[in-house]
């Protein structure tokens, strides 16, 4: 497995005042902006006239989408589209989204962005009373649950309110009727979601960075419990669940969003910069230069070299071409892909004395072979810091780490930790200074469980990735 997390995925929608016939090349362009938050798989739907028209396959927005593809979907007043990383459910297409279904009182189609805990237990529910499912996501049991719950209801709102009673977890959802898109992030604001506005449209996305790259307007932050609905000419807003604990998932900060985008009212990019500093503050070292581990450790680096004042550089360059790592099939061609996306700038590097700033060690695989590559280059010495704490706990609410003997802390102490990877020191960004930072910049709640083993909410019980996954003797 690869040294870094890997998110759920990205969502984007827009609904027009008119018909649009540019819609699924606009919506392509957005998660294009997304792509970095699932790589495994995307998909669009377009609504013309009430008739959901869709296609998605395995692979980047890129490859799933040229021209041709895209001329193929019809014009329409609204859209959804999804990118694909799975904490639940296999890499196939049948698990791609959106996920569309007819039923009696219309036509429904969903992205999903979080991991529902309760599951499993709501599947189980669900083929009780008849229900039959065809991919193994947990995406599949909210539209059941939906619409189950819209054949008991006089509206799709009401069906919404009534789902999110029954789900436990994380989730960021855009659902796409015969005439409404609508909106809705869980009660604890686990996963992002924002709105924005063009002249003549209604634009959602998982991040900002995918408003700014089609010509939206941020507006506002979907709040934690909302369901927000467009209509022709209205936007109407549902606030529940007002008084449930709030913890967006602090990776989103550290990790996952990039770093151009606002989150909660919040710049990605400017909190990164204060972990730096703060990495500054905690343990000097003494170094040639500061160097970020592309691309998330790039923004932290920046800030540490401001406090410490030891000169900023590239040790690294980038491949723009290679996919990545966690995507590959097996352990060695992720440790290739790893060694064809990362080179060093061996001038930069040789003779010197290195802090190199990463954002998390989570198996440890791709940081080992960093700092290795640095010595090969001429380094003379490594000195890692981590933007964030030490991952010590599973994550239950989007990323992929469902058992505590796959992180590198799993019963190892620091010392043995850098030891493992051959750095010359290790320091982790300590919880203290995670907390000061969130006030500094004005952030609500952060769900850091993965680090100190406290959620906002309840622990579920063991879930893993192939919760519904068949058993093939």
């Keep these: ?49 009430g008739i959901i028209t869709y296609r998605k396959e395995l692979g980047l927005v890129s490859k799933v989408f040229p021209k041709h593809k895209l001329d193929e979907l019809p014009e329409g007043k609204m859209g959804i589209g999804h990118n694909r990383y799975s904490t639940t459910g296999e890499a196939k297409k049948e698990n791609a989204q959106p996920m569309v279904v007819r039923h009696k009182k219309g036509n429904l189609a969903i992205v999903h962005n979080g991991n529902i805990t309760n599951a499993m237990e709501l599947r189980m529910e669900l083929e009780e009373n008849g229900a039959i499912f065809s991919t193994t996501t947990d995406t599949e049991v909210i539209c059941h649950v939906i619409v189950q719950e819209r054949l008991k209801t006089k509206s799709i709102e009401e069906a919404i309110i009534n789902t999110m009673k029954r789900l436990k977890g994380s989730y960021a959802l855009l659902i796409m009727t015969s005439r409404k898109l609508i909106a809705v992030r869980d009660p604890q604001g686990f996963k992002p979601l924002c709105i924005g506005k063009t002249e003549n449209e209604i634009v959602f996305a998982s991040e900002s960075c995918a408003l700014d790259i089609t010509g939206a307007e941020f507006e506002r932050d979907i709040k934690p419990g909302e369901i927000v609905v467009v209509t022709d000419n209205e936007i109407n807003s549902i606030q529940t669940n007002e008084d449930a604990p709030k913890g967006l998932c602090a990776f989103e900060y550290i990790y996952f969003a990039r770093p151009d985008s606002i989150i909660d009212g919040i710049s990605v990019h400017q909190f990164r910069e204060n972990a730096g500093r703060y990495l500054a503050r905690q343990l000097p070292v003494d170094a040639d230069i500061v160097a970020g581990v592309p691309d998330s450790g790039l923004d932290a680096a920046l800030g540490y070299s401001k406090e410490s004042g030891i000169p900023y550089d590239m040790a690294f360059t980038k491949s723009k071409y290679i996919g990545r790592t966690f995507i590959q099939n097996t352990q060695d061609t ?44 001429g380094a003379k010495e490594v000195h890692l810091r981590i933007a964030s704490p030490a991952f010590m706990d599973v994550c239950y609410f989007g990323t992929d780490i469902d058992n505590k003997e796959h992180l590198v802390t799993y019963n190892r102490t620091v010392e043995e930790v850098r030891q493992l990877i051959g750095a010359d020191s290790l320091e982790y960004l300590s919880l203290e200074s995670l907390r000061e930072i969130t006030k500094e910049c004005y952030v609500p709640n952060l769900c850091v469980g993965c680090f100190s083993g406290k959620y906002p909410v309840e622990r579920p019980k063991e879930i893993r990735k192939d919760t519904f996954e068949e058993i093939k003797l």
């Design 1 to 49: 497995m690869d040294n870094k997390l890997n998110e759920a995925c990205g969502v984007y929608g827009i609904y027009a005042k008119k018909s649009i016939e540019s819609l699924a090349p606009i919506i392509s362009v957005g998660l294009s902006a997304l792509q970095h938050r699932g790589e495994e798989s995307c998909g669009i739907a377009i609504n013309r006239d």
């Design 334 to 377: 992720r440790r290739a892909l790893v060694g064809l996306k990362l080179n060093p700038i061996k001038p930069a590097v040789k003779d010197k004395k290195i802090v190199l700033i990463d954002d998390s060690i989570v198996r440890g695989t791709t940081i080992t072979k960093l700092i290795a590559v640095l010595r090969r280059a």
